[in-house]
Nanobody
Framework: QVQLVESGGGLVQPRGSLRLSCAASRSIFSIHAMGWYRQAPGKQRELVASISSDGNTNYVDSLKGRFTISRDNAKNTVYLQMNSLKPEDTAVYYC?????????????WGQGTQVTVSS
């Protein structure tokens, strides 16, 4: 179990950048994986990026080179650096933590943060 607090969303112009933060209430070493899903208007929720407790990262292919996920273990925080933003990146971004303390594993969610890319 973990509580997640997201920040960093907002309104940005195309080709701009934002950095999302997700702070966890416990050591991220105890969390199997963290990352973000996003849900755009009229679209299904999709996984954006994830990072495991040992630092392995995964990205949606279409976002590689623009988005970077990282972590600060001392701050129990995961970051999503989003560069070269496009209007199609507009969505609510939900931080998640995947825990495997019970079988099956469980997802925990941040409150969501709106990212709007518009000229």
């Amino acid at each position: 179990q973990v509580q997640l607090v997201e920040s960093g969303g907002g309104l940005v112009q195309p080709r701009g950048s934002l950095r999302l933060s997700c702070a966890a209430s416990r050591s991220i070493f105890s969390i199997h994986a963290m990352g973000w899903y996003r849900q755009a208007p009229g679209k299904q929720r999709e996984l954006v990026a994830s990072i495991s407790s040992d630092g392995n990262t995964n990205y949606v292919d279409s976002l590689k080179g623009r988005f970077t996920i990282s972590r600060d273990n001392a701050k129990n925080t995961v970051y999503l650096q989003m560069n070269s933003l496009k209007p199609e990146d507009t969505a609510v971004y939900y931080c998640y933590a995947y825990m495997v303390e019970v079988d099956p594993g469980s997802y925990y969610w941040g409150q969501g943060t709106q990212v709007t890319v518009s000229s």
